[in-house]
């Protein structure tokens, strides 16, 4: 028996019912997709797309169809599925707990999904946003390095998914204060709209949750389910998406993305290189990432490392002179990170000794602890030394060579000229012939590389003592 115009009034009037009792986000998701088949009798079926979709009906609003197709039909009312393609018939599940209840949410309906955050025997979904409650826009200081950002920022804590900031792309140099930048969007966010889920979460853990659910689960619609449910998604590092090995997740996040942008939910990427300068990242994500606002942060200007540092010593209960402070400010340049480090150690050794912080305090450790120029060298005095160290020709630097030991010298050059001689990196790429995002990954990898390879760190000090470093 098809279905008539009068009978399909009656699913229009259920779907009235409905709009005004859910989320237009859940709405859109997943109610507009059905389709009314047939009514026979006080038995309605309707065409969902998939089983999916189907089951996720079944576990998270069979509450609100029964309730409002009872109210249409009478207390007989039954409800049936039919799967598009398929000749599949399915019945409404036999819940002892839905009987002759007239019950109307009058809250967003909040699914009962697989929560990768949460510890196993957890069934409530609670996320946690995984915010630093330290990294706030009240301890966050504003210049001309950063303004645009911390704007759009501002903005889109206030009106999440309804700016022309979406997604809000911020990307830069390590240590910048991307990530603080981050976590104050959605602080602000949380405390502007209490109502809304917020997550925070890096790429690198985005991306193991992924293969968990993919290869060790096999519950990918659940994680992607959990994901489409953020109402504004951070995703930190999202340059680590790239590589050829990485193709699924990147597509995984391709359908969260369209999900979120389409339903007007809000999201805030974050990454070391710019959209154009993304390798290994399938176009079309990248071609996404171009769609709202892409923000950089610069190294802050003296002015703004001034008042970096007189944030840092008012929270810390500590005086010093304007003049300590303008040193400090006009030596440690590279960036925030390692101006606040530097502060740290000199507070530090200042208590063990019971010195006073003077000008002459922070010259004596400046050489010590901070990457600073401390000699005119020039990239071809580099290439010398490093070459000499491993026995190559600065030639060979030159090659298009994939051999080892010619890779990392090239890097360690590049690695030496940015941190200790402050070159810029369109000068270190072109005497290479390269762009400077491989200086930035060399210097990236030389900087992980010490951290975790004792013959590098051998090497790197005896090449910094013949540079006089």
Not at 191 to 211: G, I
Not at 226 to 238: G, H
Not at 267 to 280: F, Q
């Amino acid at each position: 028996m098809s279905i008539s115009e009068t009978q399909k009034q009656i699913w229009k009037n259920c779907l009235k019912v409905i709009k005004d009792n859910v989320s237009p986000d859940a709405y859109k998701t997943w109610f507009e997709p059905i389709v009314p088949l047939r009514l026979n009798e006080n038995i309605l079926t309707i065409e969902v797309p998939t089983m999916f979709f189907h089951e996720y009906l079944e576990e998270h609003y069979i509450l609100l169809l029964s309730s409002t197709l009872r109210r249409e039909l009478g207390q007989k009312a039954k409800l049936e599925y039919s799967i598009k393609g398929t000749p599949m018939k399915l019945p409404t599940q036999n819940r002892p707990d839905l009987k002759n209840k007239d019950v109307y949410p009058n809250v967003r309906n909040e699914p009962r999904v697989l929560n990768p955050f949460a510890f196993p025997g957890i069934k409530k979904l609670e996320i946690d946003p995984r915010l630093n409650k330290n990294y706030s826009f009240a301890n966050y200081i504003g210049g001309n390095c950063n303004n645009l950002a911390c704007s759009a920022g501002m903005s889109i804590a206030e009106k999440p998914g309804a700016t022309s900031f979406n997604p809000l792309f911020i990307w830069g140099e390590s240590g910048l204060g991307k990530t603080h930048l981050a976590h104050a969007i959605g602080i602000e966010t949380m405390e502007k709209n209490p109502e809304k889920l917020v997550l925070y979460v890096e790429a690198n853990k985005f991306q193991n949750q992924y293969v968990d659910a993919a290869i060790m689960k096999n519950n990918v619609n659940d994680f992607l389910n959990f994901y489409q449910m953020i109402d504004v998604l951070i995703i930190d590092d999202i340059h680590e998406f790239s590589g050829k090995n990485k193709v699924k997740t990147q597509n995984a996040f391709f359908h969260i993305f369209n999900h979120l942008h389409q339903t007007g939910k809000q999201l805030v990427l974050i990454s070391d290189k710019s959209p154009a300068d993304l390798t290994d990242i399938n176009e079309r994500l990248v071609s996404r990432f171009k769609w709202g606002l892409s923000a950089e942060l610069t190294q802050p200007d003296k002015e703004t490392r001034i008042r970096i540092l007189q944030h840092k010593i008012y929270n810390d209960g500590i005086v010093l002179s304007d003049e300590v402070l303008d040193f400090i400010a006009s030596k440690v340049t590279t960036n925030i990170r390692e101006l606040e480090g530097f502060l740290i150690s000199l507070l530090a050794r200042s208590t063990i000794n019971c010195k006073e912080i003077t000008v002459e305090l922070a010259a004596e450790m400046l050489d010590k602890l901070v990457n600073v120029k401390v000699k005119e060298l020039s990239i071809q005095d580099i290439v010398r030394v490093v070459c000499e160290h491993y026995h190559l020709t600065p030639e060979m630097l030159m090659l298009k060579s994939r051999k080892r030991e010619i890779v990392l010298a090239r890097q360690i050059v590049m690695y030496i000229c940015k941190t200790y001689c402050n070159f810029s990196l369109a000068s270190i790429g072109s005497y290479f012939e390269k762009d400077h995002t491989t200086v930035i990954y060399s210097n990236k990898l030389v900087c992980n590389l010490l951290d975790t390879d004792r013959k590098l760190r051998i090497n790197m000090n005896e090449i910094e003592h013949k540079l006089g470093l």
